[in-house]
């Protein structure tokens, strides 16, 4: 159910530094440190002789020594030096590599044939490159299947409900939304035209009445960019036409089959010095992801106990069934998007 | 391992009310509410959307709106609006309906086939109808099969051991117990005439030596009543005619194959004002029922580490015995109770 | 993955008395007491009855009286009386006994036919048996496979990581370990010549340079007993004549394929009396057992996480590697030990 051949975020660049850093992608368990000239490593989070976790290992430069029966390995992955100096390691000896590059202010592991890996099919978070542009955000640990997440980025309607005290506004069901696929990625857009602000956005409104936009960007293989913003309804903003931009960023690594890490930010191109207003931006989405764990959740376990009921698609989830749609073709599990699923389900 | 089409116990009537209640009940998990009439309503717990469980849902009028995408059911189930106002929901959009009646101080829902719920068919619990009885009692959550509850209360013998300071008393093991089915119920009764008041009888006693009855009813599929009592000797009580009555009630709802809800009480049909008895009563009980869960809890555990090993019947089994046969035989699996089982296997 | 038709340690006869004492070995849960004339009976920890375990019986001389119903065992594990008392207990009716001896401080039981047990064939721990040697030590619970710990003890190799602190020294990587089969036993051993003494040895260095011995025997099917030690250089001792001898002593018993027990101590020919100095070296032991149970639990974590991950093994794991090849042996999984093996991986 994963799609391989691909870039997953692993962490933060950030949070990537000298110690040894684990994180299990995919169902696999991967170990990251940064060189001492900069760059990052990556290698399986195994010792290849009797598969204690490297990460429990010392580091020696650019090396790390097992804790158990002190092979080493380099960089690469490669045993350097056996437990007993005078035996031979032999080139088979290895913690398997993996392709690891730093984008966006992201960390990205690929996951699949190393010699496939090509840093130019890195996910392209355009809107978290500096200097235009600022980005932060933060980390979290979520018990559900990736796929769950996506779903809910991809389907606008929960505001409403999930998020009331917020981001959510009554009127958010009152406009159409319109999905499309275009270059691979998967968009929604809604543009709430001349609607009161709501609550997070009260204070960009001037106190006045705003037009709201949303565009969700689905980029594979687990990705979600969401344009979002308000405009007073007198600066006649219009979704070609938006230059104060500000994107709410969602990476999502599948960890096991049910469980995930969710890579959350946000990034803008105004205002980038402003460390306050980038804090209280984090604060705030913080909040709102924490009500989303909590549906996503409840929701991971009702499926598991609920093994006789099935999920249905309406109207509303479209961008969602695109999404998996894409990820099933990726994982090579379906060979093209059910054309009338939508329509049916909803009917 | 269920008999279906069965009526089962899902909470205390008094614990059901304008807020959203949530059980599982034969691996189904089932939403329960009381409507504003005064009814109940009762769903599968889970949003025909996206399964959302529906009791982490708003309740608005007799209607639950589902907190993740707003799709909102009525007290039936059906979907009767959907997340986007402008979709047109069909018949086939519910949270499957359980019917449910309200009897004996009981909610109890019906796993099976809708169409064939009888209110007829709820379990006789004629001593828990009032006026002329008062019932109390409580709801433990217990990690076991829920046929070993029933087996431990359809087997008299354990009282000298498990309840020693309670119910207990030695002479239990002195006098036979009669073990029949009748009317589809299995019966037990065991007389113990002239004996000392066990220590939670000694005000009943009036210090002198007692007659002592205890009669168990099991009511299919899960139900166990039991008619127990002392009274002084001179007093010439007999089966027949003790008019003064109290019942220990066990209504036992399988949760899943492993865990049950234990529905347990006592009911009288004398001094039913009196408060203080009651709440003295359910002090006894819940100290005896404890001491039946830490062997109940072991017991299932015992019996998943040493899955090599099959529990055995003796005589006093026979009760259990008689009330897993009619369990098999409603849950399709066998046709006929084991005639001689009994006798061979204390052989 | 168990070899049977096998004496495994059940505990340390000093740990076993009048209570009632439950152990699960092999998966088998096991019942021990010490009977009045002190020896021990040991049978199936579960009620022939219900199968509730009958260490939570009572004791009554020595039989034992199941706490659910009565029913009562003698210390064959014979039922000698019915939870009625009118009903005759048949011979078929019992807790299956295991034979049970004690020698060198431990009770073993044994696994497999009970009538192929023969005292003659308990591991021969001859290094504890007084009044030449004094014994001490403790029980571990450990979450591993039960190899591990043997692979951990039959590596010798793994001390100037794991125990860096205590008995490691940089030292014990230049000096070459001998491996052989001898009676059935693996046999490692390693003499490092004109050492400094590591952390734990500093005393019995008296200041000096020392002689530093270790030898390890694999004594099926799960024991290891190492003989340890250092003497100044000037004494002159040698592999076969070190007359001042200690032994660290393992008895590793599978408790289920993932977890064990883990009984170790140490035994001494010297200074027997001295109980302040058996107290210490009981003291820096749990200290070095500390720092294994750690590596191996993660290692334990790690084979079950990285399944498509094989350990390999090195030159340095040739004890671990015969002592499973016997294992597999005595398991029934294999007829020879594998002879290219260790040349074959580490090339």
Not at 4 to 19: C, E, F, K, L
């Amino acid at each position: 159910m994963f799609a391989r051949n691909q870039w997953y975020v692993i962490g933060w660049s950030r949070d990537i530094g000298a110690d040894l850093y684990s994180r299990m992608v995919c169902g696999e368990s991967i170990l990251v440190f940064r060189k001492e000239e900069g760059t990052l490593a990556a290698m399986r989070d195994a010792c290849p002789h009797r598969l204690l976790p490297l990460s429990m290992g010392l580091r020696e430069g650019d090396t790390i020594r097992c804790r158990y029966h002190g092979l080493v390995v380099d960089a690469d992955g490669r045993t350097i030096e056996m437990p007993l100096k005078a035996d031979r390691a032999n080139a088979a000896l290895c913690a398997a590599k993996y392709p690891i590059v730093e984008r966006y202010g992201f960390a990205w592991v690929w996951i699949g044939d190393a010699e496939a890996a090509d840093p130019a099919l890195v996910p392209d978070f355009w809107m978290c490159a500096p200097p235009e542009w600022v980005v932060d955000g933060d980390t979290y640990h979520v018990r559900c299947d990736y796929r769950l997440l996506i779903d809910n980025l991809m389907a606008l309607t929960h505001e409403a409900h999930v998020h009331a005290t917020s981001i959510g506004q009554h009127e958010l069901r009152d406009f159409p939304i319109d999905t499309r696929v275009e270059d691979g990625k998967v968009i929604l857009q809604r543009w709430l035209a001349d609607v009161p602000a709501p609550p997070a956005y009260e204070a960009a409104a001037k106190g006045g009445r705003v037009d709201r936009w949303q565009v969700c960007y689905f980029i594979a293989p687990s990705n979600v960019a969401i344009d979002v913003g308000v405009a007073p309804v007198e600066e006649g903003a219009t979704l070609a036409n938006h230059p104060v931009r500000s994107f709410v960023i969602n990476a999502i690594t599948p960890e096991t089959e049910t469980t995930s890490h969710y890579y959350w930010g946000a990034s803008r191109n105004v205002d980038i010095e402003n460390r306050a207003r980038t804090a209280q931006t984090k604060a705030v989405q913080a909040a709102v992801f924490k009500e989303d764990i909590e549906i996503l959740e409840a929701q991971q376990r009702s499926i598991e106990t609920n093994r006789d009921l099935k999920m249905r698609n309406f109207s509303i989830d479209a961008g969602g069934v695109r999404a998996r749609a894409i990820i099933r073709r990726l994982a090579g599990r379906a060979s093209a998007e059910p054309a009338a699923l939508l329509a049916d389900e909803n009917e």
